[in-house]
């Protein structure tokens, strides 16, 4: 309640307040660097809001963890404190909305186009809708991509990942993915990645390559195994009140921009892992495994009972839908 007494408070400053006043803040706090996909997509949209509204908006971009950790960060929002964010949809499970962690599954998404019809569709318009009591509005999903594994000991099979400490964020199913291969799973901030890799407390972890390569991970992992066993995507959320009480000309406005900006952000996340994924090999201080077909498919099989454990957490419906989208 006091989020949302402040929040409206907050909002009811911006109907008040003249033309000619101050512009209207948007803090855009998020985890990763500024050259990665989400980093590019907050400075995009921050770009076409100040152009756009003809300066009325001003956005102020805290990227790489500079504001908030991943650990406070939708907190802060709630309160107010920072009006926009782009979390992973892995870490709205402490918020109580753990229907998105359906999309951690291992293997749910077969690929990017199915992956954009249930986020554009009534599954990834219904999880915004179950934010909108925690005070939070689902603006835009944004890409980043499929996942890879990386430690400092070959990883070909499953039974490879026995016992290696893997670094997983604040999800329950993601909990589950590691320890159905043995692996011991341990939620870290991501601002706590590289160090924690860097000293032990973690054998290894899971991302896209983009996010490897900008956070220097390959640095300190000896092995890499492409498995794009899952996905990581985005929720581009802002405080609810807040938006709610902007002048209506400014919010649609503002709707465009984050239109555009998703539209950029989809186009640039594909090349971007790309051309991480290159660096990374070039570096050369890490050996990029391809899995063969075979070891692919002992990888779906060992990760294949993860769904069923975990339905009644994420909802058996929305397993199932998902799992309809992808026939
Ligand atoms: C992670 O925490 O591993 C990623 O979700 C970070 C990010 O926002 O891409």
Not at 96 to 101: M, P, T
Not at 159 to 164: C, I, P
Not at 254 to 282: M, P, Q, W, Y
Request: aromatic share 8%.
């Amino acid at each position: 309640m006091k989020a949302l007494l402040f929040g409206a408070f907050g909002c009811a400053l911006a109907f008040a307040s003249p033309a000619w006043a101050d512009p209207i803040i948007i803090k855009f706090s998020h985890v990763v660097t500024a050259d990665t996909p989400k980093g590019q997509g907050a400075e995009k949209f921050k770009q076409l809001a100040e152009e756009r509204t003809k300066g009325a908006v001003k956005v102020e971009i805290y990227p790489n963890s500079t504001l908030y950790k991943d650990k406070e960060e939708v907190e802060m929002l709630q309160l107010g404190a920072v009006q926009m964010l782009a979390p992973s949809t892995s870490k709205f499970g402490p918020l109580g909305v753990k229907e998105f962690e359906a999309f951690d599954l291992p293997y749910i998404f077969p690929n990017e186009q199915v992956l954009r019809r249930v986020q554009d569709g009534p599954i990834g318009q219904g999880l915004f809708k179950k934010l909108e009591g925690k005070g939070i509005k689902g603006l835009a999903y944004w890409d980043n991509g499929f996942k890879i594994m990386t430690s400092n000991r070959p990883m070909h099979l499953p039974e490879d990942m026995k016992g290696l400490k893997m670094r997983i964020q604040s999800s329950k199913v993601l909990e589950a993915q590691f320890k159905q291969i043995g692996a011991l799973p341990q939620v870290l901030a991501f601002s706590e990645l590289y160090q924690a890799l860097q000293t032990g407390v973690v054998d290894g972890q899971e991302n896209p390559p983009s996010n490897v390569l900008t956070q220097k991970i390959n640095e300190v992992q000896k092995h890499a195994t492409l498995t794009y066993h899952g996905y990581v995507g985005y929720a581009v959320i802002v405080n609810k009140p807040f938006w709610d009480g902007l002048p209506a000309d400014i919010r649609t406005t503002l709707e465009g921009c984050i239109k555009d900006a998703t539209d950029f952000e989809h186009s640039v996340a594909n090349s971007d892992n790309e051309k991480a994924l290159a660096t990374i090999r070039a570096t050369g201080k890490t050996e990029v495994y391809t899995p063969t077909e075979a070891e692919n498919a002992a990888w779906r099989k060992a990760l294949a009972p993860v769904q069923k454990e975990m339905a009644s957490r994420v909802g058996r419906d929305l397993v199932t839908a998902l799992n309809k989208e992808a026939e």
